[in-house]
Each structure stands twice: as C-alpha cells, then as structure tokens.
C-alpha cells in the first residue's frame, strides 16, 4: 500500500462516519499485520494461538525469535508488547511500544498500549499525553477518551 493509500485511510479515521472509520481502522490493522507477508502473519497467529493456550513463554520465544530475524516488523514488537501488559510487566511492554511508534509513528494500537501501561503504573500525566496522541489519530475513540478522563479524575 502507498503513503496515498495510507494518508486516506488516516484521514478516514477522523470521518464522521462510523463505517468509514471501522473500515479504515481494519484496513491499517491488516497492513500491519500483513507487513511481512504470509510468513509473518503465520508467526503472530501462530504466537496468539500459543498466548490463548497459556502457553505465554513460547509465545514470547516465538515474538523474540521474530523481532530478532525481522527486527523492522512493527506488530511483531506490538504483539509482544501486548503479551507483556496481559503479564503485567509494564515497563518491558512501553519499551516495546516505544519500538513499534519509533517504526510506524502512527500505530494507534501501540500508543493505546502505552497509555494503558502508564495507567497501570499509577503514572496518569503521562497516559493522558498517550491517549491524547492516540486521539490525534482516532478522534471518536471513545475509549482513548473514557480513560484520558479516568487519568484526570485520579489526579483531582
């Protein structure tokens, strides 16, 4: 998919319409997770099947082992960051968010998952910076805007 391609689709993100937006917000998922081709996305379904068994190290193993052998592949990164919060291990989950934002600065995906992890560890400034810049490129997620304001009220 080209930058043309891609800046329409963000620009959809922001319509008004409801449809619009799902079908942009799948759209850039699926170019995500596609990024590698059918290798990749055989390694991450293969890494959510494991993480759905409770099989969390192999999973992890296996991210690692990707993120090691395609280290520009964003969702691989993003991917574990998730595992990582779902262990709750927060500070190795925003490193790994930082990666996926320091290769495609505009995975809402991952800037939702620092603030989360930033939510988690009791820092709210910082989540509401996350969720703000996560609501720069979805406007209407409510939410990115339920828990921004969560984050307020526990500084009040």
């Not at 891609?6 to 319509?15: A, D, G, V």
């Not at 917000?25 to 055989?42: E, M, P, S």
């Not at 988690?120 to 990115?144: C, D, K, M, T, W």
Request: glycine letters at 6%; charged letters at 20%; a negative charge.
């Amino acid at each position: 998919m080209d930058e043309t391609s891609i800046k329409s689709l963000l620009e959809n993100l922001k319509s008004s319409d409801e449809t619009v937006r799902q079908q942009a917000t799948h759209d850039l998922w699926q170019l995500w997770f596609q990024q590698k081709g059918a290798y990749g996305l055989a390694l991450l379904g293969r890494s959510q099947t494991l993480l759905e068994a409770g099989a969390a190290h192999e999973a992890e193993e296996l991210l690692t082992e990707l993120i090691h052998d395609q280290p520009d592949f964003a969702e691989a990164w993003n991917r574990r960051a998730v595992l990582y919060y779902l262990q709750k291990q927060y500070r190795q989950s925003l490193a790994d968010c930082e990666q996926v934002i320091a290769l495609n600065p505009i995975h809402f995906g991952a800037i939702h998952g620092q603030g989360l992890c930033h939510m988690a560890l009791g820092e709210y400034v910082a989540a509401i910076q996350a969720f703000r810049r996560a609501l720069e490129i979805q406007p209407y997620s409510i939410e990115n805007q339920r828990l921004m304001l969560e984050c307020m009220a526990k500084l009040s």
